[in-house]
C-alpha cells in the first residue's frame, strides 16, 4: 500500500514542478475547457497543452471526456488531497519537534 502511495506522489510531484501544467491546472480550476481552449488561454502550443495533459491525466490530477468533437478536461482534485495529506504528516511532525523544543528552552533558560 505505501508502495502505491509513493508512487502517486511522485507523479503527482513530477506534475506539479512543471510551470506550465500548474498553469493549466490553474486554468481548469475556473471550468472544464477543450484543448483549443487551453492553448488559445494559454502560451504555448496545441501539441505542448497536449503533452502536458497527458502527464497530468497519468497523475490523476484532470480527467478528460468526449464532447462532440471536443476533447474536454477538467480538474480533478483528489488526487491532491494525497499530496495535502504527505504535507500535514510533515507539518504536524515539525510542530511536534518544534514544541518539543520551545518546552525544552522554556525549563532549561
Not at 23 to 50: E, S
Not at 88 to 107: K, P, T
Request: proline content about 4%.
Amino acid at each position: 500500500m505505501e508502495q502505491a502511495v509513493d508512487s502517486r506522489l511522485n507523479k503527482v510531484f513530477a506534475a506539479l514542478a512543471d510551470s506550465s501544467r500548474r498553469k493549466i491546472l490553474t486554468r481548469l480550476a475556473q471550468g472544464p475547457a477543450a484543448i483549443v481552449d487551453l492553448a488559445r488561454d494559454l502560451p504555448f502550443t496545441r501539441q505542448a497543452a497536449t503533452k502536458h495533459l497527458l502527464t497530468l491525466r497519468k497523475a490523476g490530477l484532470v480527467e478528460d471526456r468526449k464532447q462532440g468533437r471536443a476533447q474536454v478536461y477538467e480538474l480533478t482534485p483528489d488526487s491532491l488531497l494525497c499530496a495535502e495529506q504527505w504535507i500535514e504528516g510533515l507539518e504536524a511532525d515539525w510542530d511536534r519537534r518544534l514544541g518539543a523544543l520551545a518546552r525544552h528552552l522554556r525549563e532549561n533558560p
